[in-house]
């Protein structure tokens, strides 16, 4: 055969090649894109999954990680808090006849370098950090949380243990709001007493795309929580379609970072409580009562639920229709408000 049928023979067959090379890439972008529509993955070259937490629903590196809750003051005098601004979730409620209130910060996807004031576990934070998966980190406790965390009835960090070690008092802090702790540091404690590290939670709803048509009925620009002096508001801000928080008109902020706390989405979650005594209230944290949503600055009413016979079981949120409600990604608050 002549030399340059072979040429040309040669160079058809190199341009089928690239043919179906280029065809065959095409349909393997194709076949595995994924919709962005719920993040719990979206797609990327190759349709790489992105790492997307279930309990944020933002691109996360540590989402296969056990979540850890640190209780955190309330207290006026304590503020601002270090390192609450990093918090994939916030829990809050009043804890005391007073209105005095306790939080519940829930770490996953950051790290911070400080933590504090750490204060004392309360009983009603024991379920909701179990209902999350969530090792708990804490200064002590309420004399009943704390028989019912040493007798194991979740995997915890106690402060009034490992004083030293894994926590610290720092220096120019008055006590009882001194007390701090880095969260590597709970880690590594969790890893020694051979917790189990991964992330077990089902986790959250999530969707970019969640906009509701806004109407003058469902337009909210400031949630008010709380009885003063403790009172809490959060201010929406169009442009960030975020909540920024608030005390007496004055923004809070993050010691550490020096930023304001703001959060995607605020929980309203009503429900009731009992006084113990003077230095105590009771609240129910299981079984179900109305929830109010706040997202892209328009309310939504819907219901919350918790098994209470289920100390692991998840907190859920449903819509009028049933539906479990979608979440924007971002950082969340769920405000506990009571009934007395």
């Known amino acids: 055969m002549p030399e340059s049928n072979i040429n040309k023979i040669l160079i058809i067959a190199g341009v089928m090649i690239a043919v179906l090379v280029g065809a065959f890439f095409i349909w393997w972008n194709t076949k595995f894109e994924i919709s962005n529509d719920f993040p719990t993955a979206s797609s990327g070259f190759l349709g790489l999954q992105k790492e997307i937490s279930n309990l944020s629903g933002l691109e996360c ?15 006026l005098i304590a503020q601002p808090l270090s390192g609450i601004g990093e918090a994939d979730l916030v829990f809050e409620m009043p804890v005391a006849p007073n209105g005095i209130t306790r939080m519940m910060a829930v770490f996953q996807c950051k790290s911070p370098t400080e933590i504090g004031s750490i204060r004392s576990a309360r009983n009603e934070f024991i379920p909701l950090a179990a209902g999350v998966g969530a090792i708990l980190a804490h200064w002590g406790g309420e004399r009943e949380a704390l028989v019912r965390l040493d007798g ?3 995997d ?7 004083e030293g070690t894994v926590f610290y008092r720092k220096k120019g802090v008055k006590a009882p709001h001194n007390g701090f702790a880095n969260l590597l540091s709970i ?6 007493l051979g917790y189990d590290l991964q992330n077990e939670f089902t986790g959250y709803i999530h969707s970019d795309k969640n906009r509701r048509e806004r109407s003058l009925s469902n337009i909210v620009s400031e949630i008010n929580l709380y009885r003063p002096p403790f009172n809490v508001k959060w201010v929406y801000n169009k442009d960030t379609n975020t909540y920024a928080r608030t ?3 004055i923004p809070e902020i993050d ?10 989405t605020i929980i309203v979650l009503e429900t009731k409580s009992r006084v113990i005594n003077e230095l105590y209230i009771s609240v ?3 079984g179900e009562g109305v929830a109010k949503i706040y997202q892209n600055g328009i309310l939504m009413t819907g219901r919350w639920q918790k098994n209470s016979k289920d100390l692991t079981g998840k907190l859920y949120f449903y819509d009028g229709d049933g539906r479990e409600i979608e979440f924007l990604p971002g950082k969340k608050w769920i405000e506990i408000t009571t009934e007395n």
Request: charged share 35%; no cysteine.
């Open 61 to 75: 590196p540590n989402r296969s990680k056990r979540p850890v809750a640190v209780m955190m003051a309330g207290d």
């Open 247 to 249: 005390r007496k008109n």
């Open 284 to 286: 129910d944290v299981a």
């Open 156 to 162: 915890n960090v106690d402060a009034l243990k490992y």
């Open 152 to 154: 194991g009835i979740i």
């Open 187 to 192: 880690i590594e404690k969790s890893e020694n």
């Open 255 to 264: 010691r550490l970072s020096g930023k304001p706390i703001e959060a995607r």
